[in-house]
């Protein structure tokens, strides 16, 4: 996620094992350098290979203070010299430059916090912020038991912490950390367009891997590929254009690539023709690469949008979320489900939508709509999610309106948006946190509801935010940010969250 295998190679690293892997051969020509995390088990894993090691010298590299009072033991238990212990803060997953996450699913339990996970979102919530330098003031949702309670956790563990990195950081140095439970509309819903989330919520992004095994008719060397926006050029320019962009560009890339490609395979007559070639083969070679992958990664994406029929499905969901023609979106949702071309989890995901919409409408059509689910034939997994939905994020529990604005400027403005038109009906949706942090940018966000974590309050207007998303973020919120740090020069927001949604996680 960090370094490619080719990057670490320049730095003189050359063998990459686990601890836990099964018949290593002892190299003590070479000296190990290990990167753990602070767990009973990583610990154990140590203490064996400590105790049988198979390189000369072992350099131990921590996360913060957990290993305090143990490291010392550890090492006195085995006869080989170790190398102090070094902290190094990186228990998070940097997954763009404003975003990260922790990989974590399944963090609470209902409405209450899974202690194992309450402590290790605690640990990677540190780590960021001695990572970057940052000592914050804390808001958190008021309405939001598990927000309070991870508030308090980060609070304590940042003021009775012994790790050397808080006593370094500037006391006026004061970034706000807002944290806030996730409204739970299901994830990726409405569907997003941008190739980034196309991406993880079709196919799925796992540290920056793409499997693409089921692709029909893939090559062996395709079937898993890596999209990184600092190794790959164009998939940095293009991670945020809608897919119509994104398939002009990827034609466009082709072209260009057609254009140097017989340039490159002219004969080569004489030693200038060959010194060129060697100059040029890597770029080219680079540069075939980049073209196979997101051929074939759009291609794909092109082919399961056909065959899901997602164009009218995104556009009912838009319509479900942004509009308030109740009679009209029952009818539109109701067609979608007699078509034979809507998989059952997109039929699910329309009715979930639907619920949280309409759930306390007069003329609510949610019984019908559950009964042609069950007509379709799927999975009673499915509707139970629908009901689940509502109780977990309907009205009475999330506290706050995901549809209609509340106050009379809002009003005003989706007025005189429905007067001009929509530019793009497949992406009217904004999502929640964009409106939350505009008025957290401008000063405006309520005590009331975001109450700060302590006595101190912040006067001026926020330079550096954290925001941190319990239960998870999408990649629509992560373009929201994006969008939020370029229109608002001076300001640095970081978004993150337990992990990254799609449908299917």
């Given amino acids: ?25 002892p190299m003590k020509h070479l000296k190990a350098i290990c990167f753990l995390r602070p767990t009973k088990e990583n610990v154990d894993l140590l203490v064996q290979e400590l105790r049988r090691p198979k390189y000369s010298v072992y350099f131990i590299c921590e996360y913060e203070e957990p290993w305090r009072g143990g490291g010392g033991s550890l090492v006195r238990d085995t006869e080989l010299s170790c190398s102090p212990l070094q ?47 940052k000592c914050p003031m804390i808001r958190y949702q008021l309405s939001s038991e598990p927000a309070k309670r991870l508030a308090e956790c980060v609070k304590v563990r940042a003021t009775h912490s012994s790790s050397s990195g808080w006593l370094q950081l500037n006391p006026i140095d004061f970034p706000v950390l807002c944290l806030t439970k996730v409204i739970p ?16 919520e079709l196919l799925g992004i796992n540290n920056n891997r793409i499997d693409l095994s089921r692709v029909p008719g893939i090559s062996k060397d395709l079937r898993e590929v890596v999209l990184s926006a600092e190794n790959d050029e164009f998939y940095a320019n293009n991670m945020y254009l809608n897919f119509a962009e994104i398939g002009t560009n990827i034609k466009n890339l082709m072209e260009d690539f057609q254009r140097r ?13 060959m010194k060129a070639f060697v100059e040029n083969y890597p770029q080219f070679k680079k540069m075939s690469g980049t073209v196979s992958k997101h051929v074939t990664v759009v291609g794909e994406l092109s082919r399961l949008v056909a065959e899901r029929n997602l164009l009218e499905v995104s556009e009912v969901e838009q319509e479900l979320a942004c509009q308030n023609d109740h009679s009209s979106a029952l009818q539109s949702v109701r067609r979608l489900l007699q078509s034979p071309r809507l998989s059952e989890l997109d039929a699910a995901r329309l009715v979930m939508l639907y619920a949280l919409r309409y759930e306390r409408h007069a003329s609510s059509g949610l019984p019908a709509l559950l009964e042609e689910l069950r007509g379709r034939g799927g999975s009673d997994r499915y509707r139970k999610l629908v009901s689940a939905v509502v109780e977990y994020g309907g009205k009475r529990a999330r506290g706050s309106d995901l549809f209609s604005p509340k106050d009379a400027v809002a009003i005003t403005k989706q007025f005189l948006k429905g007067l001009k038109g929509i530019e793009n009906v497949y992406t009217q949706h904004q999502p929640l946190l964009q409106e939350t942090l505009d008025q957290l940018i401008k000063g405006k966000l309520k005590d009331s509801q975001y ?32 969008n939020l740090n370029r229109s608002n020069p001076g300001v640095r927001i970081v978004l993150g969250g337990t992990t990254i949604h799609n449908t299917r996680r």
């Fill in 1 to 25: 996620v960090v370094y490619t295998q080719s990057e670490i190679l320049q730095r003189e690293v050359y063998l990459f094992e686990r601890l836990d892997s099964p018949n290593r051969e």
């Fill in 451 to 482: 109450p700060y974590l302590g006595p101190n309050t912040l006067r001026d207007r926020p330079q550096d935010i954290i925001v941190f998303l319990i239960g998870g973020a999408t990649y629509e919120e992560a373009l929201a940010v994006f």
């Fill in 261 to 273: 490609k017989p340039k490159e395979q002219q004969k080569l007559e004489s030693i200038a023709d």
């Fill in 87 to 133: 902290e190094f803060y990186g228990d998070y997953i940097a997954v763009n430059p404003h975003v990260f996450s922790l990989n974590l699913l399944g963090c609470c339990r209902g409405r209450s916090w899974d202690p194992a996970q309450l402590t290790r979102t605690t640990q990677g919530l540190t780590a960021l912020l001695l990572s970057l330098k």
């Fill in 185 to 200: 509309l299901p994830p990726s819903v409405p569907w997003q367009w941008t190739y980034q989330a196309m991406v993880h």
